[in-house]
């Protein structure tokens, strides 16, 4: 309230209540503020806050201090390592966030070096959107920078990888792509979604931009969408343009949720992390089972660079905790397997509490036939284990009576310890 609201109609009073003041303690909970707009006394304050002489806020598109303080906090954990400031710029969504990083640094004419075997979102929009307004791609295996070298043109302006890609669990030879990029004068992006920070960081292994779907891990409990990048100050200065202008702001309660999943956020992803690892040798070992993708076992083509890459923790290797098994038997055994799981939700996403399961080919991959499949190393009858909270045990039993169950009614094939 500006003004004494005495001599004023009920109406005017009840619209023009008194402001809340603002306390000079910090609280311990994030507050959340929920408000499209912030007033000023003034013209002249208005005026400067709106042409940036002085700090602030005006409009939540714009800028919004619960959204800010979500991006500044993955920021931080993102940065730790590094000594340059690094700052981050909260999104409505992963797909948001990613599409900045390209609305950014590509036009027409420009071309970018993306993953074979990435998310099926990014490709998409390199493919759809991007494609229409004259940027060019070429796909390669981000595991193999001696690919990539060759992918590269003199256009290229940007490699996008991912740190860890699911279902196959490839993981990016980060340090390669970053002398690629360099040498090509070209910006190296990182989808670091299905990492994490208590993974791995890219920015510590080269990277120039780290792009998440906080949607996943980083809210970690299924119940609010959205994104970040963050790199060093430079180049976050045209991300944050670009997300002004594209009015692909974070909303305030959504924000909350994700700044307050990080803090349980290592706790979470160290103990999915075990848990996948318990899980992938148990299965592997199934006779039911033809071959598992997953980073953390020493026969998967990712194994030694997630060595090297990864965060090792007291526990053990942490690989994330996305598990593909496939299981004998093909597309019908697959679809068998995700019905006969009983702890595991049918779900879309990953990253969650609870452990998700989905059969590849009919889902997240549905646009492929079984020939693309097989080219990408997908087998028709993969089905992807998102790890979630539950106990280890449990798991092992209620996936192994699956197997058992389906291996029954599916005669065995043949059978091995693990595979890419
Ligand atoms: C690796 C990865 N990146 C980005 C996205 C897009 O995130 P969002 O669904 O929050 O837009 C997803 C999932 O959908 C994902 O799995």
């Known amino acids: 309230m500006r003004r004494d609201n005495r001599g004023h109609g009920e109406n005017t009073r009840s619209v023009h209540l008194p402001s809340p003041s603002v306390p000079q303690q910090a609280p311990v909970g994030l507050p959340v503020w929920r408000t499209s707009a912030f007033s000023f006394a003034g013209a002249a304050e208005h005026a400067d806050l709106l042409s940036d002489r002085t700090p602030g806020y005006c409009y939540s598109r714009i800028d919004n201090p619960t959204s800010d303080a979500f991006a500044a906090a993955l920021a931080s954990l993102e940065g730790v390592r590094v000594s340059d400031p690094v700052e981050g710029q909260a999104f409505a969504s992963g797909m948001a966030a990613i599409t900045a990083v390209f609305l950014a640094f590509t036009g027409a004419g420009t071309h970018v070096v993306a993953p074979s075997t990435g998310f099926g979102g990014t490709r998409d929009l390199i493919t759809g959107v991007l494609a229409r307004f004259g940027v060019e791609s070429t796909f390669a295996d981000m595991g193999d920078p001696v690919a990539v070298r060759r992918a590269m043109r003199p256009a290229t302006r940007m490699i996008w990888a991912e740190t860890l890609s699911e279902p196959t669990g490839a993981v990016a030879d980060l340090p390669g792509l970053a002398e690629v ?75 909350f949720l994700l700044r307050r999943g990080l803090e349980t956020l290592p706790l979470r992803v160290r103990r999915q992390c075990d848990t996948a690892n318990i899980f992938a040798a148990a299965v592997a070992r199934h006779p039911a089972v033809r071959s598992v993708d997953y980073p ?32 004998n038997g093909g597309r019908e055994a697959g679809l068998a397997l995700v019905d006969a799981v009983r702890l595991a939700l049918v779900a879309t996403s990953v990253g969650g509490t609870r452990t998700k399961v989905a059969h590849v080919a009919t889902t997240t991959h549905q646009r492929l036939d079984d020939a693309d499949l097989r080219a990408a190393g997908i087998d028709p009858g993969a089905v992807r284990f998102s790890i979630g909270l539950e106990d280890a045990d449990d798991l092992v039993r209620d996936v192994t009576e699956a197997l058992d169950t389906i291996g029954r009614a599916i005669p065995a094939v043949s059978v091995s310890a693990c595979g890419g």
Do not use: Q, W
């Open 181 to 255: 990029a360099r040498d090509a004068g070209a910006m190296l992006a990182v989808d670091s979604t299905l990492a994490t920070p208590v993974v791995c960081r890219p920015l510590e292994h080269g990277a120039d931009l780290v792009v998440h779907s906080a949607t996943k891990y980083v809210g970690g409990h299924g119940d609010a969408t959205g994104g970040a990048v963050v790199g060093r100050m430079r180049p976050m200065a045209e991300i944050r343009r670009v997300r002004v202008e594209t009015g692909a702001a974070l909303a305030p309660d959504e924000a």
């Open 296 to 327: 953390g076992l020493p026969g998967h083509p990712g194994n030694a660079r997630a060595r090297a890459l990864f965060d090792a923790g007291p526990e053990g290797g942490r690989y994330g905790a996305i598990v593909t098994i496939t299981p």
